[in-house]
């Protein structure tokens, strides 16, 4: 027969693997159980609407055997099986797994324990065997076929005997060495811990052929062996237990193996309702995103159950977009079993289901707010965006049910800030809610507008995501303050007799102002005198709707329709600069002023980010000052 080669990832998967010091070898017989009872799944779901399959729920079975003194373990199960394709498919690549594809992106961390973190599944069996078989006939087919491999170096399949439909697989246990004794993998008690600590969920009953010691009947001290079916798993899934029944290490080790992630959970939600909705969901918050969740391949959705049965692996509809990050399950007794996904856009049920549930994850995370500050903090750092998307995605509907989940930092601490705090601070002598946008903290410090506002102690908020404007732009106010960005040109932080002051000394320099205006062709609709700067000369602000912020991000999208901030030049009233321009006027030095109003642009730009429209010109410009 032919030696077939793996698939060159798998290989490679493989060598690692075998070859590693990897040391939690024995979750070879979780991954196993997993792929049975997945097996079992699909024919228990066929049985449901085809009466052929013929069997009854818990004549689906996952038997164990060991053979101790030929070193042998079988796993079996009366599950939909593999053909001779899929057998090639499935057992000759690992690709479609999700383990590789994050494998291959971490591939400099070399993380070695990665590898069991994921559940590489059927591959683990090599960590503990010299061969592995596996024969499997699919659920009504005539011919049963046999994949044997020894390891990395590849794989045959050829045609066998097998009576009823499922698959076994027969494991060849390694011989013991130095550093590690397989052999503990033929001992009963083994496999009966390793099934409670890592399957003991699985829905369908595990058996395995058990020796039990026991008093004869009658006597007081004389032993008989029975050998019996014993089921190993106590099978009631996590989610149907009682909260206090499920530790914590339970939690972690079904959602690390279930939804293929290496670290914890931030947050479990385990929750029974009942009511208009009655349904268990077991919901969790991942510490940090997966793998594809910024590409477009990412799916969100919760897998759903019914009865205990797998319907749906993921159910977008019942998570909304804002809460995609969320993993988790959920069963009801109330959906229909042969749901499919064009009935369930319309099913009543599930959208009651979908609401509830949003409102849960809604009022954990307040709570986790509330109580959990530093792990909110953390959460938010990694999923903060997609709740301000939220606020500002479907024109602002969920945008009250969001605003007290976001969070910025300010310039108080340099600290994340609700806006519940923003405003509880303020106080009722403060109408409106600062802030400013920039790319980082830092940038948005060096700000000219900052300095006076700063220096009347007014706190402000820092935007430093694209969509921080557009999202507190969809809010307009909270409890009744309106946003106040500082770059804008309306920003009134003057006192009426400042105030005066500024507006009688730009109607007096009006005719200098309009010749800056007019010597920046168009590029500024104002230029002005302010009270708001203190150590710069000049600024940019903008009028009207859009900011300078909102120009860039608006403008770094495909879109062929440019929009264009109004901008106002603002010279500092107190400047020398300022009163340099009124006497260059005055004096008719029109050319120099022109080369002046170019240099105060040109600097505002620079101070913005924005970049300077014609470098060249302004290098002369400066040139030609610096002989002067
Ligand atoms: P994963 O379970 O992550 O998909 P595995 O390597 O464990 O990866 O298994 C590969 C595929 O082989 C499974 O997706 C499944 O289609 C098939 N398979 C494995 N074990 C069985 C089994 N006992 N019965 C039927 N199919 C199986």
Not at 16 to 43: C, G, Q, V
Not at 83 to 108: P, Q, R, V
Not at 212 to 236: A, M, P, Q, Y
Not at 579 to 605: F, M, P, R, T, V
Request: charged fraction near 35%.
């Amino acid at each position: 027969m032919i030696k077939k080669q793996f698939k060159a990832e798998s290989k490679k998967l493989m060598d690692l693997m075998i070859n590693s010091i990897y040391t939690n070898k024995e979750i070879f017989l979780r991954e196993l159980i997993s792929n049975a009872s997945d097996a079992l799944d699909k024919l228990y779901f066929r049985s449901l609407t085809d009466s052929t399959v013929g069997l009854t729920k818990d004549e689906f079975v996952i038997r164990i055997d060991i053979d101790k003194d030929a070193r042998l373990i079988k796993i079996a199960d009366n599950g939909c099986g593999m053909t001779e394709t899929e057998l090639e498919n499935n057992l000759g690549t690992i690709a479609k797994s999700g383990s590789l594809a994050f494998k291959t992106e971490n591939e400099k961390t070399e993380d070695v324990d990665i590898i069991g973190q994921f559940g590489v599944g059927f591959y683990s069996a090599f960590m503990v065997s010299d061969k592995v078989e596996v024969v499997s006939k699919p659920y009504g087919a005539e011919k049963a076929f046999r994949w044997t491999s020894e390891g990395a170096d590849g794989y045959t399949v050829e045609e066998c005997e097998k009576n009823s439909f499922g698959t076994e697989i027969t494991l060849y246990i390694k011989a013991d060495t130095e550093s590690e004794k397989y052999s503990t993998y033929l001992e009963q008690y083994k496999i009966e811990a390793l099934v409670k600590k890592y399957s003991d969920y699985i829905r369908h009953p595990i058996k395995m052929q058990v020796e039990t010691e026991r008093l004869k009947d009658g006597s007081e001290d004389e032993f008989e062996t029975i050998v019996e079916d014993k089921i190993l798993n106590s099978r009631v899934p996590i989610w149907k237990k009682n909260k206090n029944e499920v530790t914590e290490e339970e939690y972690t080790a079904f959602y690390t193996d279930k939804f293929y992630d290496y670290e914890a959970p931030v947050k479990v939600i385990h929750s029974k309702t009942e009511g208009n909705a009655t349904y268990n969901a077991l919901l969790f918050i991942p510490k940090h995103p997966p793998f594809d969740y910024f590409s477009k391949d990412f799916e969100k959705g919760l897998q759903l159950y019914s009865r205990g049965v797998l319907i749906m692996d993921k159910c977008k509809e019942l998570l909304p977009d804002y809460f995609s990050f969320v993993k988790g399950l959920v069963d009801s007794e109330d959906l229909s079993l042969n749901i499919s996904r064009e009935t369930l856009q319309n099913d009543g049920q599930l959208k009651l289901i979908a609401k509830t549930i949003e409102k849960k994850i809604r009022t954990e995370l307040k709570k986790m707010l509330n109580n959990e500050r530093e792990a909110y903090e953390e959460f938010f750092k990694n999923f903060g965006l997609q709740l301000k998307f939220g606020i500002y995605n479907s024109y602002g509907m969920n945008k009250d049910d969001l605003k007290d989940l976001i969070m910025f930092k300010s310039t108080l601490e340099k600290k994340y800030v609700t806006l519940e705090e923003y405003v509880e601070r303020a106080g009722e002598s403060q109408d409106v809610i600062y802030y400013a946008c920039g790319e980082t903290v830092e940038k948005i410090d060096m700000l000219p507008q900052m300095d006076a506002v700063k220096e009347k102690g007014y706190e402000v908020l820092y935007l430093t995501e694209y969509v921080d404007e557009f999202c507190i732009k969809m809010l307009a106010e909270y409890e009744g303050k309106r946003f106040q960005n500082i770059c804008d040109e309306n920003l009134d932080l003057d006192t009426e007799e400042e105030k005066n002051a500024i507006k009688e000394k730009n109607e007096k320099s009006k005719d200098a102002l309009q010749f800056i205006k007019e010597s920046l062709d168009g590029d500024v609709s104002g230029v002005r005198f302010t009270n708001k700067l203190k150590t710069y000369s000049v600024c940019l602000t903008s009028e009207g709707g859009i900011s300078l912020e909102m120009e860039k991000v608006l403008n770094a999208m495909p879109n062929d329709n440019k929009v264009k901030a109004e901008i106002v030049l603002e010279i500092n009233a107190s400047h020398p600069v300022a009163d340099k321009i009124i006497s260059l006027y005055e004096n008719d030095k029109k050319d120099e002023l022109k080369d002046y109003a170019k240099l105060l642009y040109a600097q505002g730009c620079l101070i913005s980010g924005v970049s300077v429209k014609d470098p060249a010109e302004l290098s002369r410009i400066i040139s030609d000052l610096m002989v002067k």
